[in-house]
């Protein structure tokens, strides 16, 4: 399943983005769905973000986004979004979002998700 990212952009430290992902067609189980996303800084590993279980919404994030960064999901629109404010220089990275199931809810690690997307690049300038 190729999963479709869209809204990065440039902007200005302090100021806020909207990602969001969709699931395109008939996709992996909604029940069982983990979606997830992911960054990846130039020169550095890629980095788990935030995630969120599907049947019932819990979510998990990193600590250096908590607070900031809200992760949810669409059930009608088949969507999950990545609300990031006040945004730091720091935040910089492209963002993929993932998905996977049979995974926990607070999954980390990039090997665990099936179903990627093309990412989508976040420049935030001091």
């Known amino acids: 399943v190729q999963l479709q990212a869209s809204g990065g952009g440039l902007v200005q430290a302090g100021d806020s983005l909207r990602l969001s992902c969709k699931a395109p067609?008939?996709?992996?189980?909604?029940?069982?769905?983990?979606m997830g996303w992911f960054r990846r800084a130039p020169g550095k590993e890629r980095e788990f973000v935030a995630a969120?279980?599907?049947?019932?919404?819990?979510?998990s994030y990193v600590d250096s986004v908590k607070g900031r960064f809200t992760i949810s999901r669409d059930n009608a629109e088949n969507t999950v979004d990545l609300q990031m404010n006040r945004l730091k220089p720091e935040d910089t990275a492209v963002y993929y979002c993932?998905?996977?199931?049979?995974?926990?809810?607070?999954?980390?690690?990039?090997?665990?998700?099936?179903?990627w997307g093309q990412g989508t690049q976040v420049t935030v300038s001091s």
């Open positions: 993932a998905g996977g199931t049979g995974i926990t809810w607070y999954q980390t690690a990039p090997q665990a998700y099936e179903h």
């Open positions: 067609g008939r996709t992996f189980s909604r029940s069982r769905r983990i």
């Open positions: 969120i279980r599907w049947s019932d919404g819990i979510t």
